[in-house]
């Protein structure tokens, strides 16, 4: 028997628990030419904006070690010609469709939400709090506890249906601010947005980015992400939505261990482009393997007994 | 874009223009430079490797009878075997200006009508590609020049030479994904705040459309 892959975030019942990270798809559409964009639990879109944003100057992306670091700015065509272009194609592909939102004032967030909620077909918000790129956005808002629970409380009384909140790990207590959002109402919070990083050209001694220091994703960060999302998952009830590095399967089963309900494949995407589609046969091959009837029975179920590490019983 | 199976490093696939297409078999050419190239480099007969393309858009397809020329610098000359094809099944007419520091990095395609640059002057003419180019001009015009090269070659060509005849550049910039996923790799619009993206609007410009900017490349 196939086990059962579904998870439900603040009523939002996805088929399985791969989703795709904001910013990492472009609005899920260009995911269709590699494979059945339906296929996933959800599509998160980039980060919308009131206005359409350029972004920023080049250049924005560069490979470190293990990872890489972006510097995008929130370019992005705005939430209007969004509705008017993108979710139509959306809607028609069978997507389940996550708006991601993000900012400069309140207020604004306040407006997307309003926006977005007359479309029955965004079936959730996102809340980006925590692009670090953004100097009148991103990091202050994500990384003050009080703006972020006003942000919250204000979204929450204009959009009715699954409210997320994309947190960032550039703070020292990362659970504080997922309590906050909890306590205001959020059915979910995503842990984590990217690391603050940089890169630099030794040769010209300037920066790797136009920006200075950019977003740092990929591989090295899943561990770094998967402490947090543990230190989360023992505070607040609500689901979590790990993201962080997440390339195979086994990133994902960790995170679930760890207390993840649902997982982000971002970075990944762009290396290989259908990798959530592989992702959902080798979870679906480990629960068969350890006899889980139900993903929900992996989640959290980390066994923290020192008694049963197996690298103490070895030599 | 190339990436190795099963591999996250190097972590990104890399962009590569065709070089060559011979029945199923496609060349490509690099210089092992990086860690993706270097990596490359060491690839057996029978090895795999991931191969998404082709992708974005090209030069402008090749009328019988016109005259191309192709100014190409580096290993930007990977794009020459594939262009000549073209430019041989269409008819038109080429001349191909080909940079590069000295003469032991220059790949001997054999080709007529070829003129040679080196900095160094160890080959044909002593000085940069851009300047034998301008001194063709000067005496003659094609009707089109596509170029590929180091981006410092295509700023100096977009500036010398676009307002006297059409110049079709493949740009070079950092890239992820290479499928518009990321957004990652902007090319300024000339005269406008926007940006095309070189992996989904290029990488082939129209020099007319964009500003280059001379950047210290820091792949």
Redesign the interface.
Known sequence: MTPNLTVNIGGLQLKNPLMTASGTCGYGDDLADYFDVSALGAVVSKSLTLKPKIGNEPPRVTEVACGMLNSIGLANIGVRKFLAEKLPRLVELNAVVVANIAAKRIEDYVSLAETLSTHEHIRGLELNLSCPNVKEGGIEFGADIKTLSMIVMFVRKVFSRTLIVKLTPNVTRISEFAKAAEGEGADGVTVANTYVGMAIDIYSRKPKLHTVTGGFSGPAIKPLTLAKVFEVYNSVKIPIIASGGVFSAEDAIEYFIAGATAVEVGTALFAKPDAPIEMITGIENYLSRFKLKNITELIGSLNVNLENVPHLHRG | MV?FPGS??????RAFSVCDVEGERISLLYVAVG?GTTRLSKLRPGDKV?M?GPLGNGFPDMRNGEKVWLAVGGSGAAILPILIVGAKNSGSSFRIFYGARTKSQLINFDYESTFYATDDGSAGYHGTVVELLKAELSREKPDKIFACGPTPMLVSMQKEMSNKVQIYLSVE?????G?????????KKKGE???FLACKDGPVFDSREVEL?K??S??
């Not at chain 2, 996250?8 to 696939?13: K, W």
């Not at chain 2, 499928?179 to 090319?187: A, R, S, T, Y």
């Open positions: 990436s996250f490093d190097p972590l990104l696939p860690k991931v998404n910039t950092p890239m992820a994904c499928i518009g996923l990321c957004q990652g790799c902007p090319v705040p926007d940006y900017v950047e210290k820091a792949q």
